[in-house]
């Protein structure tokens, strides 16, 4: 996969902002790939993302800090009052999976990372539990039990953030695991922390939804996957996705085909991610 | 389309149920057309509804009180505690559609009634607004304003109660009615009224449910068709549906795609109603 | 509605196409509302649709013949080997409808267009069948029946043709006409005739796809717009849709669910043709 | 999971089909879980599916034979002129899985058989490559490479044919299985080879579907799993399934969203088949 750089911007609407973007890139040889925009008329927002080929570029981007490409662009930020930032495709990020015992997601993640799906790095797989080690050593992927318990949340989360530090994590997957993390922990990984609920959001909020769902006798059941934020299940949702049930399904068969769902909206949900495609505006997500 | 007798049962889960009825129709000259049943774990009830051809059978199916077939049916119906009706696709039910302003799902219902997808009689369109008399006149429907207000509300549903009287309806469907009914009237027809709500219940109950949606920024928006109960938006789920949204749609686009999710999910319910398909158990349905 | 105007590009793919573009409207006072573009590897090919707001646009766009705004776009157009147009919201494009006895999409389309879902006017219907009048009374639509046997196959297009052009027609939507159009009649409209087939193309090409469906056993069923050309239902592909089906149905069952489906991809290609979102290149659509 | 039989029949469309099996059922203490049968109007067949349990029945379902079963069954099938087939949950068929180099369905159907989803035993894994060999391994399956040629097919056919009679297998899925078997051996084996075709047939029979998809502009691609029969992606269709896809998407893109497709769809027809769920008439398929 050849290299692409990914501009993301969210400033206040206003004219011009389209053709200034574009132009800064053409003006220093990048090949626009992809151009996405979104005007939110609500917030007043504008949104972009521009994919371009930097093998022309003329700003240095090999450069940690980007000094070079800062330093031309924020006359251009400034003005316009943007939030941006600037991806490369080169650059793999690091994502930590934290999982319980429930394993669907995880061997679909590691194995859509294995097949080369995922262009992200997986330096850790964290649980609570030991019964996933045997998958994680078989895709070779280092596996840490942070046992945690009513009394020692503190100490567990504490663990859990040194580990996402010494691993220089850029973002954690909750794939099914089954402790809910304290606000002081969600508040240090805004728009950092993903997670699988296995509901279609707002609907059947909080524990056992699969249960929820039978005793309502709806005709879809289906599973979201959104940030984590301080309120529960309330974060901003990024794929959400239904599958048909009927009277015969019990509990079980809920469950069963829930986890197909859980598996592929997740697994989206982390690609949009990882891909640079996911911009957030107040509690909802733009993808491009 | 050939007359055929539908035979709905429910009663407490026994063995020998599906062979009793079978045999009885069976013994008395009927041809099973379809057989479904299904056998409830939680509730530890039986439901079944078997379609046959009359044609040959030797029970009177055209006295009104079904005199005959009740005297021979029910030494069974005693013996397994059965809740039972039979009904006839040459009966066609009579069914009053209730609307206000919005007149998708009414043009809908008609056209469909129109083309023979609906087999029952409309006697009677009722409104709260004169709008809708043109496409009521096209379709040769007699339409009523029943005007109601905050302070007629009990003598409008009298008035409603009596029309529902006078033209003998079976059931009624809120195709869009956005009046809430008391729960005096609701009570009186129970598994006789239903609605379409414009959301993917339990998602989004009560009003200006697309607003909601926009708001939560969901990935999918949906509409439910149930029976009215006292609890609003909280009656048995006949049928559900989702369509897809993204960023670039806006509150006005939710509600255009949601137009058409209404219109198939309110078309099927009163389809699966008419055609006798749908059992109550507990809160919720079988449709078979 | 405001008015908005539409630039639609197709040129071969080169660096600073959106630079350029994006910096004609905006140096000429107008705001980007969306924009949108796509490079087709295989082609070459660099497709762009960008949607202003001209309050502010300094370039005379009253004008039938856009003369102003093309001198100045020349250039551009010129130097880039753009084919481009230049559409407005202000200008409702004219369709022609054709039917013949099956009423399900016209009758949808009169529908949606009386409800402002289409932002087209509808000069006429034209029907090998005098079936339909009233409903085309109803919307007040002109209905003319043109009869068309295998003998008069000539005389009966060219009196379509004729109505076309005094009636200005823009595009002509086939609502199930039944009458396969010469390849001379055809070819006179590029990518201004919409069809829907009903069947998931390319399966069952040709006549009575519900029947070869059937008889084939598929699970679903489906539905396809596509703009008309020579060869027979392989035309660009505008939309599809499909919907699950089983042994339980009939062929008279997939034709009724058949018929919404086909109701709903029609009016979503009609709806996007209308907006100007659809764009060609070789024989497939972008639906921006 | 407690065990059930299941009593399946195919006849004949008859008077008292339902009412006689039932009964026997039922008189020999059976107490009947699921019914459900399906009378095709075309062919005049009957199929029926009675799921019971056995725990009171009275006659002898532990003899391999079935012979006491036989003996006081067979008048009732041959009175009705029925093929007929009792199956027990408790007995777990045995499935041979034949992979080539893409792993993606091998992977799923694997952790699915392990993860419970799946009632039926592996006892081998046949490949044309060795590839697949550590993941055979991490779930502790045999693997067996037969290595095949254009001038060895009939040994590698005869190979695999003498794996299957040594092990015993109920049923063979081709879990994108790239050899084409030979009609010999297709004919050994009559609804018992399950294959999963990655397009929506009978679209893009043949190679390459993805890429026939691409080419051709579908704003859908599908999966579909059929068993395998002399004529190429023509056998009875068992399920199928779409997904969107848009000019955005590449042939690596078709070819990702098709991999979940395929997974999906190829488990689905797999568990139906262990359920003893499908029935065949004709070219076609019931699943009940």
Same mark, same amino acid.
């Given at each position: 996969m050849k290299n692409s750089a990914i501009l993301l911007v969210s400033c206040p609407? &206003?004219?011009?902002e389209v053709a200034t973007i574009a132009d800064f890139v053409y003006r220093h040889g990048g090949n626009i790939l992809h151009a996405d925009e979104h005007a939110d008329e609500e917030s007043g927002l504008f949104l972009m993302r521009v994919e371009f080929d /930097?093998?022309? @570029?003329?700003?240095?981007?090999?450069d940690k800090h980007l000094t070079d490409f800062s330093k031309h662009f924020s006359p251009i930020a400034d003005k316009f009052r943007m939030n941006w930032r600037l991806a490369q495709s080169s650059h793999r990020p690091r994502m930590i999976i934290l999982v319980s015992k429930y394993d669907h997601c995880l061997v679909d993640l590691l194995y859509r990372h294995q097949s080369g799906e995922l262009s992200c790095d997986i330096p850790l797989i964290i649980s609570n539990h030991p019964d996933n080690q045997p998958i994680a050593d078989f895709y070779k992927i280092p596996y840490v039990v942070v046992s945690t318990t009513r009394d020692n949340k503190r100490e567990s989360e504490a663990q859990i953030h040194s580990l996402i530090q010494v691993h220089q994590a850029d973002f954690l997957v909750l794939a099914r695991y089954m402790q809910v993390l304290s606000n002081d922990f969600v508040n240090r990984y805004p728009q950092r922390i993903i997670n699988i609920h296995?509901? @279609?959001? /707002? &609907? @059947?909020?909080? &524990?056992?939804p699969y249960h929820q769902a039978f005793t309502r006798g709806v005709k879809l059941i289906g599973a979201t996957s959104h940030y984590v934020t301080e309120v529960l299940d309330d974060g901003p949702i990024i794929e959400q996705d239904v599958v048909r049930v009927s009277h015969r399904d019990t509990v079980e068969d809920l469950i069963r085909k829930g986890r197909d769902l859980e598996k592929v909206v997740l697994s989206r949900a982390v690609r949009w991610h990882v891909e640079n495609r996911v911009l957030l505006y107040g509690n909802k997500t733009v993808v491009f």
């Open positions: 609407d &206003a004219k011009g /930097p093998k022309d @570029f003329d700003l240095d981007l090999t296995h509901s @279609f959001l /707002p &609907a @059947f909020i909080g &524990a056992r």
